[in-house]
């Protein structure tokens, strides 16, 4: 009973319940549906897409339009169980040194590659930990990547920071190469969660770093929380969020627990009992979602809150959110290019993934190629349905108006009528907009799907909800 408590409805339990119900019948919690991070999601990409296409992608870029980069660096000094990043865990700074000397290398190679005078609007380093390099590392990489592509007006950095693996020097180091955005992981600070999901973090520990990032200079903050997380409950996350509220960030991510052991094998250490039931969860990702946005912030897309003057959240109500790998970005950039293991390009032509094993990353490189080694190229098609997706996705309405100029639109028209049809009262048709209702936005991804070429695949992918 106490989930009820912070249910979205609380003051109408009958309301809350058919909205819960209708949840279930359209698929909310049997779903496995892609993030949408990229369409096609990254598990549609082919090995017959490689470094011929990174090459001649690349090559094609105008160097009139700023590019936005990303660096991964897939290291940590501790391998929390419930993550499904791409990264290794290490005592020692040894394969950190070496992997810099090798993404040294592919900068170089890019070099080679990119026309004259392409410059960067917006660089983002994540990972892993990119801040477990020390500070003469995070100058030479920073330095090395601005040498090879130079900033351009305007220019934004943004590093995901461990609170727990980083320091005044390392904060010092990346303020000095212009960081403008840090992104500090929380995921929750209850302790037995912790415990459950190999992960101690003090919240003394998070506030003196948010500390030093303000002391530095850095105005503006993102923290990441996942909901969904094992032993969680309504209490506990309660007080998280009152401890995340009093560190003030401007923008929040708050992401869904994506429990993918198949996938991510540190994730066998969780045990299925303790993750919180399909409707808590549900209940969870409401009561953060009411608690930041009675508290001020705007939600933004499917998973963030913001400040009303946060960037992003002017973004979305200008319209101009946009979804990358990074989840939700104001990045205007049409180009990104993923530097180091694992990390994908974004091209007009379609996307790269370098290869995803450091090791078979760093041999690639040593061997004086371009690391693409599985991605796909777009076809007209793939453009009207990426289109349309990334509508869904940050705007929650597609608008047909805008998607007509494709000369395909209307191979669409069955696709808006059967999801007008089967999430009827969840998605509604005003003159030309297709909207979700706000009480149909837990459904985005599943509706998203619908346009959704490769949904095939699906098994592969994490829950709905
Ligand atoms: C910062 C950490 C990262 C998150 N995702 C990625 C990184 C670097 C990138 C990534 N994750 C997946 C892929 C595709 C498969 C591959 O072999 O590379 C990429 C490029 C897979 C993946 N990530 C998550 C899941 C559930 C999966 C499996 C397939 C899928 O559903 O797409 C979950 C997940 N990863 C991240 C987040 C924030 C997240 C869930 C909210 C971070
Ligand atoms: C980069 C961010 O990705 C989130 N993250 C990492 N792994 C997962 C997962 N399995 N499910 C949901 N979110 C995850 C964390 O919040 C991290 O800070
Ligand atoms: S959550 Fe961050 S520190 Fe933990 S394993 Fe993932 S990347 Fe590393």
Same mark, same amino acid.
Request: aromatic fraction near 8%; proline fraction near 5%.
């Given at each position: ?48 897409? &490689? ?21 991964? *660096? ?52 994540? %990972? ?20 090879? *592509? ?8 943004? @590093? ?23 992104? *500090? ?24 770093? @948010? ?16 909901? /969904? ?5 309504? /209490? ?13 960030? &401007? ?49 933004? /897309? ?122 009827? %009262?969840? @998605?509604?048709?005003? /003159? ?34």
């Amino acid at each position: 009973m106490i989930w009820r408590k912070y249910g979205a409805a609380a003051s109408c339990h009958d309301s809350a319940m058919t909205n819960l119900d209708d949840m279930r019948r359209l698929g909310l919690f049997d779903a496995r549906v892609p993030r949408y991070t990229s369409y096609p999601p990254a598990t549609a990409f082919s090995p017959q897409t &490689d470094q011929a296409f990174q090459t001649a992608s690349l090559q094609a870029l105008d160097p009139a339009v700023p590019v936005s980069v990303y660096v991964h *660096i897939p290291f940590c000094e501790r391998l929390c169980w419930f993550c499904a990043c791409r990264t290794q865990g290490t005592t020692t700074l040894k394969p950190v040194a070496n992997y810099l000397q090798v993404v040294l290398k592919e900068l170089a190679l890019l070099r080679d590659t990119l026309p004259q005078g392409v410059r960067m609007g917006q660089m983002h380093w994540g %990972g892993g930990t990119p801040t477990i390099l020390p500070p003469e590392m995070i100058r030479t990489l920073a330095k090395a990547v601005k040498d090879v *592509i130079p900033p351009a007006e305007n220019f934004s950095f943004s @590093v995901e920071i461990d609170p727990t693996l980083v320091d005044e020097a390392k904060i010092a180091a990346l303020a000095e190469m212009g960081m403008t955005r840090a992104s *500090i992981g929380i995921q929750d600070f209850a302790t037995d969660v912790q415990e459950a999901i190999g992960r101690k973090q003090s919240f003394a520990q998070t506030r003196a770093c @948010v500390e030093t990032l303000r002391a530095a200079g850095i105005t503006s903050l993102n923290a990441d929380l996942v909901y /969904g997380l094992p032993y969680q409950t309504p /209490g506990k996350l309660a007080d998280t969020i009152a401890k995340v509220s009093a560190l003030d960030p &401007d923008r929040i991510a708050l992401f869904g627990y994506a429990h993918v052991p198949t996938f991510s094998k540190r994730q066998k250490l969780i045990p299925d009992d303790a993750l919180p039931k399909e409707e808590e969860r549900y209940h969870l990702a409401r009561q953060a979602a009411n608690a930041f946005t009675g508290s001020g912030y705007t939600a933004i /897309g499917i998973d963030h809150f913001g400040k009303p003057e946060d960037s992003l959240t002017r973004a979305a109500k200008s319209g101009h959110l946009r979804r990358n790998f990074q989840g939700y970005t104001d990045d205007t950039c049409p180009t990104l290019i993923g530097i180091g293991a694992s990390s994908i390009s974004q091209f007009a032509e379609g996307y790269i993934q370098n290869a995803a094993a450091t090791a078979a990353y760093i041999e690639r490189i040593e061997a004086g190629q371009l690391a693409g080694h599985r991605g796909y190229a777009m076809t007209e098609t793939d453009r009207l349905h990426a289109q349309a997706i990334n509508m869904l996705m940050c705007d929650f309405e597609i608008d047909l108006t805008a998607l007509a100029s494709h000369p395909q639109a209307a191979t669409l028209t069955s696709i808006h009528e059967a999801l007008l049809k089967d999430f009827a %009262g969840y @998605v509604t048709r005003s /003159g030309d907009k297709i909207s979700i209702t706000p009480q149909g936005r837990a459904l985005t991804r599943i509706i998203a799907q619908r346009y959704d070429g490769f949904s095939s695949i699906a098994a592969q992918y994490s829950q709905a909800s």
